[in-house]
Nanobody, 120 residues
Framework: VQLVESGGGLVQPGGSLRLSCVTS????????MTWYRQAPGKERELVAS????????NYADSVKGRFTISRDNVENTVYLQMNSLKTEDTAVYYC??????????????WGQGTQVTVSS
């Protein structure tokens, strides 16, 4: 199983970035996908999630209206479009794949993270 994030970098406040998480080794279309982030000295927090068939999305209040999560079940990739970036968006961003089976077993996989730094 692999989840490989990319697209992070240094951007000025007000700028945009698009993160990608390319996956392999599991049935991507059966997994909900979530972007998390962790800033220095802070706990990891949920940023945005999308259901397995993209029927529903969920966002942290702090990113609503600025970030958009999407997925491509052919390319086995999840994206996070980040607009109007703020300094407080600076963090390492991780993608997570999660599936809950009928017997309540859970499969969960993580990527290695990509650094996003918003600074002038």
């Amino acid at each position: 199983v692999q989840l490989v994030e990319s697209g992070g970098g240094l951007v000025q406040p007000g700028g945009s970035l698009r993160l990608s998480c390319v996956t392999s080794g599991f049935t991507f279309s059966s997994y909900a996908m979530t972007w998390y982030r962790q800033a220095p000295g802070k706990e990891r927090e949920l940023v945005a999630s999308i259901s397995s068939v993209a029927a529903s999305t969920n966002y942290a209040d702090s990113v609503k209206g600025r970030f958009t999560i999407s997925r491509d079940n052919v390319e086995n990739t999840v994206y996070l479009q980040m607009n109007s970036l703020k300094t407080e968006d600076t963090a390492v961003y991780y993608c997570n794949a999660r599936r809950v089976y009928r017997n309540n077993d859970i499969s969960s996989y993580w990527g290695q993270g990509t650094q996003v730094t918003v600074s002038s």
